[in-house]
Structures are given as structure tokens and as C-alpha cells.
């Protein structure tokens, strides 16, 4: 059964700081990995999807990366601003779902 | 603008009111699929269809129902709604069968279900 972690729960940083969210996965036979943004009580935006295949996509700031063997993503964010605050929720697609991470809440302080 | 639509956005119900959340997309996709998302357990699927009419169990499909009679539609049903099923839903789309790898899943801006 797939299994997906991110850490760290939760991260504060002041603005302008450049951070890596990290996801974990148990299960190496995926078709890809997306990267999603979460506001409080909202849905989800896409931000990145990484096809198997596949070792990185970029983004405007966001850089996102995939190790498949180790099962492995990180998520860069460069340069963070205040309106960076949210979840980010990382997620693998298998056979017929996606299986989730609990997600990395961020907050970026002026 | 391709989206996927679910309505309501909220909706507060007492126990045992059968209700049911709507979901349309204008994707052509094949694939639709519910989420339920709670605090400390993430979002887990509920059910999911492959295409019209062929509709498969996620993994927390007790006390929902769905159909699938057309492409673009995938209600979900709470035939006796309970407090445990309160909740923030999502569907989801995909076109899944071209190019698994390439395809990503679409969600819907979600439903905040109270059963009280």
C-alpha cells in the first residue's frame, strides 16, 4: 500500500528565505507526482506535476524535483513571500488514485 | 475555462437527510474520482469511475454512493448522512487513459459538509 510523508509539518520562515519541502513515497510505481498549493479551507491548485520519467520541473520560483528509485520529491521555493502561506500537499498517482501527503503548512512573515 | 464545478460550496444537513453533492467537468475526461479530506488524515479517496458507467470503491466508500450516466457528471450520494461524515469533499478529473504519466488530476474548489 503507497504510503506518502512530508516534512516538515509545518514551517515558518521570514519573507525572502529560500526552502525545500520535502514528500516520501513507499511505492516506486507511480505515473507521476504532483505538487499542489492549498489555502485555508480552500481547494487545490495545481503547481507542479513531475511525470516518472521525468527528474525535475520549474516553475516561475518553484522548482520540483523526483527521485523515483529512492522515493523521493522536494518542492524549492526561492526567494519566499507572504503570499507563499499555505499547505502544500504533495501527491503520487498509482493505479486508479492519488494517494496524499497530510502536507508542509507554510507561513512566510513579512 | 476548463474546470471542474461541484456544488453547493457549503451545506449544513441534519442526521439521516439524504443529500447529494454535484460534480461536473468540461474536460472530456474519462476519470472522476471523490476525496474527503480531514484533519490529521489527509484526503482519502471515496469512490471512483474509470468512464460511464463503471464505478469502483476508494478506500472509504462506507455510507456514500455515486453514478456515473454521463461522462461529464459524478454526484455523490449520502443516502442517511451521519456526524463522522462531516467533511471537506473534492472531485476530481483526469483523462487518464491518454498518457498516464503525462495527465495530471484536476480538483474541484470543494464542498464543506456539516451533518449535525
Known amino acids: 500500500k503507497q504510503e506518502v510523508t512530508q516534512i516538515p509539518a509545518a514551517l515558518s520562515v521570514p519573507e525572502g528565505e529560500n526552502l525545500v519541502l520535502n514528500c516520501s513515497f513507499t511505492d516506486s510505481a507511480i505515473y507521476n507526482l504532483q505538487w499542489f498549493r492549498q489555502d485555508p479551507g480552500k481547494g487545490l491548485t495545481s503547481l507542479l506535476l513531475i511525470q516518472s520519467s521525468q527528474r525535475e520541473q520549474t516553475s516561475g520560483r518553484l522548482n520540483a524535483s523526483l527521485d523515483k528509485s529512492s522515493g523521493r520529491s522536494t518542492l524549492y521555493i526561492a526567494a519566499s513571500q507572504p503570499g507563499d502561506s499555505a499547505t502544500y500537499l504533495c501527491?503520487?498517482?498509482?493505479?486508479?488514485?492519488?494517494?496524499f501527503g497530510t502536507g508542509t503548512r507554510l507561513l512566510v512573515s513579512p | 475555462e476548463a474546470q471542474v464545478t461541484q456544488n453547493p460550496r457549503y451545506l449544513i444537513t441534519v442526521t439521516g437527510k439524504k443529500l447529494t453533492v454535484t460534480c461536473s467537468q468540461n474536460?472530456?475526461?474519462?476519470?472522476m474520482s471523490w476525496y474527503r479530506q480531514d484533519p490529521g488524515l489527509g484526503l482519502r479517496q471515496i469512490y471512483y469511475?474509470?468512464?460511464?458507467?463503471?464505478?469502483d470503491k476508494g478506500d472509504v466508500p462506507e455510507g456514500y454512493k455515486v453514478s456515473r450516466k454521463e461522462k461529464r457528471n459524478f454526484p455523490l450520494i449520502l443516502e442517511s448522512p451521519s456526524p463522522n461524515q462531516t467533511s471537506l469533499y473534492f472531485c476530481?478529473?483526469?483523462?487518464?487513459?491518454?498518457?498516464?504519466?503525462?495527465?495530471?488530476?484536476?480538483f474541484g474548489s470543494g464542498t464543506r459538509l456539516t451533518v449535525v
Open positions: 476530481a478529473s483526469s483523462p487518464y487513459y491518454l498518457d498516464r504519466e503525462r495527465n495530471g488530476y484536476t
Open positions: 474536460m472530456n475526461h474519462e476519470y
Open positions: 501527491a503520487v498517482a498509482g493505479f486508479q488514485k492519488l494517494v
Open positions: 469511475s474509470m468512464n460511464v458507467e463503471v464505478t
